[in-house]
């Protein structure tokens, strides 16, 4: 069965930093497009970032654009987001998705991981 783990979260005090990593098993991420959604408790889930699956571009949500940074290395087989600047409103669980291959989009129709805790308090 093909897996996404999510690995990185934690508690940090705003301001800090935390590099998540989104590895996968029994498939390779190249060419898939590969998000990274977040959920705080009582919200609804929210898309954070993408990395096209066809020419590695990238999105950002407004609410994170200049603080995360979205990466993969193929050779890992694994996706980062870099989380700068951390605030308490980025307080959530972080779930990386694949979609594709080829796909520009991340819709999360595909595959998902189990997710990962970020807090950010002091």
């Known amino acids: 069965q093909l897996q996404l783990v999510e690995s990185g979260g934690g508690l940090v005090q705003p301001g800090g930093s935390l590099r998540l990593s989104c590895a996968a098993s029994?498939?390779?991420?190249?060419?898939?497009?590969i998000g990274w959604f977040r959920q705080a408790p009582g919200k609804e889930r929210d898309g954070v970032s993408c990395?096209?699956?066809?020419?590695?571009?990238?999105y950002y949500a407004d609410s994170v654009k200049g603080r995360f940074t979205i990466s993969r290395d193929n050779a890992k087989n694994t996706v980062y987001l870099e989380m700068n600047s951390l605030k308490p409103e980025d307080t959530a669980v972080y779930y990386c998705?694949?979609?594709?291959?080829?796909?520009?989009?991340?819709?999360?129709?595909?595959?998902w991981g189990q997710g990962t805790q970020v807090t950010v308090s002091s």
């Open positions: 998705t694949a979609d594709g291959p080829y796909h520009s989009n991340c819709r999360g129709d595909d595959y």
């Open positions: 029994r498939f390779t991420l190249d060419y898939y497009a």
């Open positions: 990395i096209s699956g066809n020419d590695d571009s990238t």
